[in-house]
């Protein structure tokens, strides 16, 4: 175990402002799971925002893998206190991640049916209409959440962390009210339904992004940033980080494609499985809120060693984690377990039996499977990347989510045709196993790579 103070003041300095922020922004997609759940429109809303829901999880796991892409150049220039190429790195992530949002946006305007149809059978028409009216206003907000997510996740790997707790925050308090006011028709509003959940985020995120840019500009101190440093772009560093940058956000990227193509083979076994998966993921994301937390936090301390060129003590760093990341999952494992039932039942659609059971029976498969998947995500999200490793991560996830993840569940849905908890159980069956590849990998040495130039003039 390390015994070295500040290792252990960066990594809960990281994680605790990561957890917080997924506990706060876990809470108001709860609440808006469970506000939509109460409309009339009931299991078919739920069932329709968590389909879309997986189109937005595509764009934004997307956005956070190009800003994750960046941390590991910058927890490494960090570690050298190079200023001027961590600004350079910032100017070109911001302008690919905006580049991106407006592209999807662009897609989803001009051909919305042919996007919502990727997720939802043609076939289920009250289903789809919903879908439609949810994605054409929220597919919007992508775009303000891209700036956001950029600047905030920069600023995180080099240890500027209070935005992170001031954006979850002001996400429970405005989304929610958003939500109870837009979706029922309080204060005088109208009852929007699924619409205002919508409008609720859209709105929600545009003012994110004002208080994310406020806070970048005007408040932080650590790195002085201004305008004008994001309209020069630096061709050496657009080299470096197309080559150890974007490789994690293709990687997150194809992962979230990987997710979309589960959700469009489970969006045509029914509502009820739609509507269970929703509730199963839910928890799911509560039973991850401090594996990425501490994640973020290794992150930055093996860069940082990397980056100064020690890579005995990254090594140790590393082993620490590792025995962080075993603890951490088996009492997230028994949270999940343990709340499957209670959870459950805190929905409207849960009063469909079927529902309610299929819910319950996910979860259980969903909580022995987080044992791996906590370990595994947490070392190559956190000690690979921070380490200069993440070409290698890239290919497990391909080769497990296109040859095994992908053909499998197409298998267990259509032709071998299994109870709908198996089916489930084959959407995640490369989380029982990607943790040995882990182990194995952080035993040897070439996952240490360093990846920074000399300092800038």
Known sequence: ???????????????????????????????????????????????????????????????????????????????????????????????????????????ITLFPKAMVGLVIDKGDARITSLALDYLRIVCFSYIFFAISTALVGMLRTIEVVRITTYTAVYALVVNIGLNYVLIFGKLGFPALGIRGAALATLLARLGEMVLVVYYTFRVQKQIKVKIQDFMVIDKTMVKDYLFYGLPVGITDAQWALIGLLKMAIIGRLGGAFMAANSIATSLYNLGTLFTFGLAGGAAVVVGKAVGRGEYDTAREYSKTIQLMFVVVGVIMASVVYMLRVPFTSLYGSSRDPEVFKLSVDIMFIMAVSMLGTTYHAACFVGINRGAGDSRFVALVDMICGWLIVLPMTYLAAFVWKWPLPWVFFATRVDQYFKWIIAYYRLRGNKWIKNVTREAAA
Do not use: H
């Open 1 to 107: 175990m390390v015994k070295d103070k500040d290792f252990y003041q960066v990594m809960f300095k990281i994680a605790i402002p990561i957890a917080l922020q997924s506990l706060l922004g876990y809470l108001v997609a709860v609440a808006d799971d469970i506000m939509v759940s109460l409309t009339p429109d009931g299991m078919f809303a739920q069932a329709a925002a968590a389909q879309v829901n997986s189109i937005t999880a595509l764009v934004t796991a997307a956005l956070a893998g190009l800003v994750g892409g960046s941390a590991v150049l910058i927890a490494q220039y960090w570690g050298k206190k190079d200023m001027e190429r961590i600004k350079q790195i910032f100017a070109v992530v911001m302008w690919i991640c905006a580049g991106l949002a407006i592209l999807v946006v662009a897609a």
